[in-house]
């Protein structure tokens, strides 16, 4: 990373993005990849990518903060037509596992992840909120719902601390408001749908447990299986703001770059929506074997780019 971080193709970008702030950048970057053993595995390159899209976004990778993460996958490689590439030995022979079934090669790569709060910070500096909340619904609150406007009355007597769904609301200055509520069983099978990171086997009645046991014990990590709350938030504020709030460029690449990766075959680049920040593949830089060689993306060093405006995603998309 140090290395990477000294080439100078790659400081005048970190320049150009951060400015006066270069220093901040570099120096939270680095504490970000010693403290992840993961994201240690991944290109350093592709982490520094990920950390400019968090520049672009005005978000910073403090996780106290809880804006923006930048988490490991362990995704599939494919080759350049999408087929899924596999583990090959020192003869070229494709290892296989003891049924015969080929393994499958994957790699460790870097993902900018956007934390509920970073989108709470976006929608607030448009300046055309009034109100933004999600939250925990608990056993009681909940007394009556509106099919028609797509009210809900939240003012019943909380019983237990124990959650039957999340709610996001957003209040316009122009006096639009809109609610979004799932359940606890909608979201944990929309985790299981679209979610990102969740272990093999898992299925929507034990992520339910685990969002269960969590109330009692906290968190035990990120993503769906370890901070169920967290995530559930995320997705409620999101699809609010996706579908019913006001869509900025800064929004819309947001939407864009926090997509849902998944462990078990998401796409092998980075998404980078023709805003590739930095040089990832200059001509210094050690050349992987052939099987590997299809994950290199493109020689574009271009410095980073405002996000342009375009339309939002037509669907709801995963909440990560």
């Known amino acids: 990373m140090r290395e990477v971080l000294s080439e100078q193709s790659v400081m005048d970008s970190v320049k150009k993005a951060c400015g006066k702030h270069q220093d901040t950048f570099v120096a939270t970057l680095m504490e970000v990849y010693v403290q992840d053993g993961k994201l240690r595995q991944c290109d350093p390159r592709y982490v520094v990518a990920e950390g400019l899209k968090s520049v672009t976004l005005g978000l910073p990778l403090n996780k106290q903060l809880g804006f923006a993460y930048i988490l490991p996958f362990n995704e599939t490689v494919k080759d350049a037509n999408g087929n899924k590439m596999y583990e090959r030995d020192a003869t070229g022979q494709v290892v296989r596992y003891s049924n015969g079934v080929p393994k499958v090669l994957k790699r460790m790569t870097p993902r900018l992840v956007i934390g509920y709060r970073g989108y709470i910070q976006m929608a607030l500096r448009t300046g055309q909120y009034l109100h933004i909340n999600t939250d925990v619904v608990c056993e009681g609150q909940l007394r009556k719902t509106n099919f028609l406007t797509g009210e809900y009355d939240f003012d019943g007597t909380?019983?237990?601390?124990?959650?039957?769904?999340?709610?996001?609301?957003?209040?316009?200055?122009?006096?639009?408001?809109?609610?979004?509520?799932?359940?606890?069983?909608?979201?944990?099978?929309?985790?299981?749908?679209?979610?990102?990171?969740?272990?093999?086997?898992?299925?929507?009645?034990?992520?339910?447990?685990?969002?269960?046991?969590?109330?009692?014990?906290?968190?035990?990590?990120?993503?769906?299986?370890?901070?169920?709350?967290?995530?559930?938030?995320?997705?409620?504020?999101?699809?609010?703001?996706?579908?019913?709030?006001?869509?900025?460029?800064?929004?819309?690449?947001?939407?864009?770059?926090?997509?849902?990766?998944?462990?078990?075959?998401?796409?092998?680049?980075?998404?980078?929506?023709?805003?590739?920040?930095?040089?990832?593949?200059?001509?210094?830089?050690?050349?992987?074997?052939?099987?590997?060689?299809?994950?290199?993306?493109?020689?574009?060093?271009?410095?980073p780019q405002p996000p342009q405006p375009t339309q939002p995603p037509a669907d709801d998309g995963p909440g990560y």
């Not at 979004?180 to 093999?200: H, K, Q, R, S, V």
């Not at 769906?224 to 800064?250: C, H, Q």
């Not at 819309?252 to 770059?257: D, G, P």
């Open 158 to 303: 909380k019983e237990s601390d124990h959650p039957v769904g999340y709610f996001a609301y957003i209040e316009l200055k122009s006096g639009f408001t809109k609610t979004l509520y799932m359940t606890l069983d909608e979201m944990c099978a929309y985790a299981i749908l679209y979610g990102n990171g969740i272990p093999n086997g898992e299925t929507a009645a034990s992520l339910k447990k685990k969002a269960l046991e969590q109330v009692v014990t906290g968190p035990k990590g990120l993503g769906w299986a370890g901070d169920f709350k967290s995530m559930a938030l995320k997705t409620a504020i999101r699809r609010v703001l996706m579908n019913y709030g006001i869509i900025t460029p800064e929004m819309t690449y947001a939407f864009a770059s926090d997509q849902d990766y998944n462990y078990n075959g998401s796409e092998d680049q980075p998404s980078d929506g023709g805003k590739t920040v930095i040089n990832l593949d200059p001509s210094s830089y050690h050349v992987e074997p052939a099987e590997a060689q299809a994950v290199q993306p493109a020689n574009t060093p271009q410095p």
